[in-house]
């Protein structure tokens, strides 16, 4: 199993954006689909964005994330990126990556995940 630590997270006001960093290690991003999920308290892991391991294909789990959130994956850095713009209290959540297949199958340990804190 690969190895990730996520950081870029914080506590910042609504409309502010902030880059959140996925950096891998045991694995090669490149090889995976990967993705970045979050969690709320009291709420079940969801998917927030998910790029193919070419880049080509990339998926958004709602509109209001598509207009706002960009994924990239720097391959060279094995690091997986989320910027957010205009985040809204609603964005407030720890926040994962990891690989994303529809067996559901990870193929990296989860990190400790970056803690995103959007005050209104």
């Known amino acids: 199993q690969g190895q990730l630590d996520e950081s870029g997270g914080g506590l910042v006001q609504a409309g502010s954006s902030l880059r959140l960093s996925c950096a891998a290690s045991g694995r090669n991003i490149s090889d995976y689909n990967m993705a970045w999920y979050r969690q709320a308290p009291g709420k079940e892991r969801e998917i927030v964005a998910s790029?193919?391991?070419?880049?080509?294909?990339?998926?958004y789990a709602t509109y209001s994330v598509k207009h706002r959130f960009t994924i990239i994956r720097d391959n060279a850095k094995n690091t997986l990126y989320l910027q957010m713009n205009s985040l809204e209290p609603e964005d407030t959540a720890m926040y994962y990556c990891n690989s994303v297949y529809p067996n559901g199958r990870y193929y990296f340990n989860w990190g400790p995940g970056t803690q995103v804190t959007v005050s209104s």
């Open positions: 790029i193919s391991w070419s880049g080509a294909n990339i998926n």
